[in-house]
């Protein structure tokens, strides 16, 4: 099985018969290359996951309704309560449901941070609407079907976890790198698998087929903006989404979000973020290669890596490496030399009058 882009007919010249022709002689020449197929253990382990996030997808399109059907009635709860499916918020709206339309009643229901005098004085002002029983059967729908996403989320996750039980050593060297958690550490296994290396040859061959490395567009010796592809559509979210949750921690990778960040345009250039953390989850793709390819945990180079990576000793040591490399068994000598005095800079010339 190969990608059907590296064997794409032209335009007006595609039968049967001549694709055959052409995919026997481009397989004679070892033009194509075949795609990762995992075994059967894992093909069921991807189904699960692939359906446990459009379940949660689904859920999540579902959390944003109560909030447009209480909208609709002129209350505006989700301009104080911070999340809708709270427990504050769900027991607000339970009681709209069930017939309560007082706000100061309905804001005494809140709990924990929200009973402040400023908050509670805002929901009763932000409860006082135009709900009707329309707007309640919209309310009991929406919250049903919610609970019923989770309750499917959550039993997937049970399944998930016994059908990714045969790889616990895999699984446990995952959860090491910073941002993957059991639901990235389970998507990498579905999707990729617990030994990369053995499909890939490369770091950079695997970041290719997930498509979280820079496109090629180069035209007249001129290198254009290149967009990452289209493949990866489930692992994909899931790395970036670890990369979110990675550079919160303070460590090599948050140092190395700030630095792209303010070399792609600033804090306050939302492109130079979403460039920046695409840029973290494709480190993050090959820590997990070479952590599962080398069976060592991941250890944090520290927020000063890329400082001490730039030091005169470190470049020091990365040229006798490429020596060592250009010439093996070498001995390399260094001799420094003092400064050569630098020539008196000519006195200024006085203006003329």
Known sequence: MINPAHAKALKGHKTDAKDCARLAELSGCGLLRGSYIPSAELTEVRDLIRYRIKTVQARTSEVQRPGKALESAGIKLGSVASEITGK????MIESLIGG?????????????????????ADLSMALTGRFTEHHALLCRLHLDRIKVSGDAAAGLGAQIAAKAAPWPRELDLLTTIPGFGDAVAQAWLAEI???PHLYFSSQEKLACWVSLCPGNNISAGKRKHGRTGEAGTYIKPMLVQAAWSAIRGRGRLQARYNRLVRRFGGDKNPGAKK????????????????????GTPYQDLGADFCTRRESPEQKQAYLERQLQRLHPGCTITITITPEAALPASPAPSSPRP
């Open 100 to 120: 309560e339309r007082r706000g100061q009643v309905l804001a005494g229901l809140a709990i924990g941070r929200m009973r402040t005098a400023g908050k509670l």
């Open 193 to 195: 698998g617990p030994a």
């Open 88 to 91: 504050s918020a769900t027991a």
């Open 275 to 294: 460039k920046a953390i695409t840029a973290i989850a494709h480190t993050l793709l090959k820590i997990a290669y070479r952590v599962l390819k080398t």
